[in-house]
C-alpha cells in the first residue's frame, strides 16, 4: 500500500517561498507524481506534475515560471518548489502518485490513485 506524506507547508508573505516535500513508502517502482492544490469553497485542481524518471514536468497556466516539481528516486521524495507566492495560491496541497503512470502529460486527476493527507499553505500579508 502506498502511503504519501507532504510537508513544508506554512504562512509566509506575498514574493516568499516555500518547498514542499512528499515522501513515498510502500512503493515498488517510480511513477507519475502530481501536486495538486484546493482552496476554499473551490474544487481541487492540478498544479504541477512529473514523470517516473524525472525528466518530464508539467504545470498548470497559473504557476509556470513561479514553481518547479522534482524528485529524488533513491530517497522516493517529490519535491514542489514555490517562489513568488501570492495571496491566489493559497490552498491546502496535496501529492499524488498515478501508480499506472510514468508520463507527467496527459494523466487526469481521476488516474492518480494514491494521495496524501494535505499540507495548508497560506499567503497573506
Known amino acids: 500500500q502506498v502511503q504519501l506524506v507532504e510537508s513544508g507547508g506554512g504562512s509566509v508573505q506575498p514574493g516568499g517561498s516555500l518547498r514542499l516535500s512528499c515522501v513515498a513508502s510502500?512503493?515498488?517502482?517510480?511513477?507519475?507524481m502530481g501536486w495538486f492544490r484546493q482552496a476554499p469553497g473551490n474544487e481541487r485542481k492540478a498544479v504541477a506534475a512529473?514523470?517516473?524518471?524525472?525528466?518530464?514536468?508539467k504545470y498548470a497556466d497559473s504557476v509556470q515560471g513561479r514553481f518547479t516539481i522534482s524528485r529524488d528516486n533513491a530517497k522516493n521524495i517529490v519535491y514542489l518548489q514555490m517562489n513568488s507566492l501570492r495571496p491566489e495560491d493559497t490552498a491546502v496541497y496535496y501529492c499524488?502518485?498515478?501508480?499506472?503512470?510514468?508520463?507527467?502529460?496527459?494523466?487526469?486527476?481521476?488516474?492518480?490513485?494514491?494521495w496524501g493527507q494535505g499540507t495548508q499553505v497560506t499567503v497573506s500579508s
Open positions: 499524488a502518485a498515478a501508480s499506472l503512470y510514468s508520463i507527467a502529460n496527459f494523466v487526469p486527476q481521476s488516474g492518480y490513485d494514491y
Open positions: 510502500g512503493t515498488s517502482s517510480p511513477c507519475t
Open positions: 512529473i514523470s517516473a524518471s524525472g525528466a518530464t514536468t
